[in-house]
């Protein structure tokens, strides 16, 4: 995930202590009701896709996020060893922005 600073979670991260204190922190502190709904598994040798959704609320403003996402995982030797997330990152910084809901 590489930003531009107008969404929080976005950034690269290369340990778990990291994706701990950027990203999972963070989703608790300003997300309630938090939920990834897998649909599809696509793999191909070490390369595993999940297409899915997220679907939460944000805390400050009160809007709900449902919002499609895929992930992308590198698996050796049974360890996932790169994870790159694809997100719409506009309806995610949308419903964190006051405004309606």
């Known amino acids: 995930m590489d ?3 107008r ?8 340990t778990p202590n990291e994706v ?3 990203v999972m922190e963070i989703l608790g502190r300003d997300w ?9 598994y696509i793999v191909e040798g070490e ?6 959704r997220y679907t939460a609320r944000h805390r400050a403003t009160g ?3 449902t ?9 050796r ?4 060893v790169r994870f790159e997330q694809f997100v719409d990152t506009a309806r995610v910084a949308e419903a964190g922005l006051p405004g309606d809901r």
Do not use: Q
């Open 3 to 5: 930003g531009d600073g």
């Open 7 to 14: 969404l929080p979670l976005a950034g690269t991260y290369r």
């Open 20 to 22: 701990t204190s950027n």
């Open 32 to 40: 309630e009701g938090r939920a990834a709904h897998d649909d599809t």
């Open 47 to 52: 390369n595993v896709v999940v297409l899915a």
């Open 63 to 65: 809007k709900p996020l």
């Open 67 to 75: 919002v499609r996402v895929a992930h992308h995982f590198i698996v």
């Open 77 to 80: 030797g049974g360890l996932i």
